[in-house]
């Protein structure tokens, strides 16, 4: 069974940088062919897409996101973290990892209870 656990801080301050990691037990994050995800969902919004990093290391993020994210792992450790650089109170949102398969049409199979982030003074 795959357990995702993210982990952070819950309050950053406006214009630092947000970096949350995600844990993974069970699994690991470099076996084929798994996209392993950051989502999140603003207080009374939808869910939004931030980005992945795949089990071969390559990232891909969203378009509207892409200038202040970065996503990278650490195979050792079997972690991959998310850092949202600049951050505004509309950044304030319960981010999830979660994990995608690639030959499922990248459909989420798995996901983290998820960790709420205030971005507040």
């Known amino acids: 069974?795959?357990?995702?656990?993210?982990?952070?801080p819950g309050l950053v301050k406006p214009s630092?940088?947000?970096?949350?990691t995600c844990t993974v037990s069970g699994g690991s994050i470099t076996t084929n062919y798994y996209y392993w995800s950051w989502i999140r969902q603003p207080p009374g919004k939808g869910l939004e897409w931030i980005g992945y990093i795949a089990y071969s290391g390559?990232?891909?993020y969203s378009p509207s996101l892409k200038s202040r994210?970065?996503?990278?792992r650490d195979t050792s450790k079997n972690q991959f973290t998310l850092q949202l650089s600049s951050v505004t109170p509309e950044d304030t949102a319960v981010y999830y990892c979660a994990?995608?398969?690639?030959?499922?049409?990248?459909?989420?199979?798995?996901?983290?209870?998820g960790t709420q982030v205030t971005v507040s003074s």
């Open 99 to 113: 994990r995608a398969d690639g030959r499922r049409g990248n459909e989420y199979d798995y996901w983290g209870q």
């Open 69 to 72: 994210t970065s996503i990278s």
């Open 16 to 20: 630092q940088t947000l970096s949350l």
């Open 58 to 60: 390559s990232t891909y």
């Open 1 to 8: 069974q795959v357990q995702l656990q993210e982990s952070g």
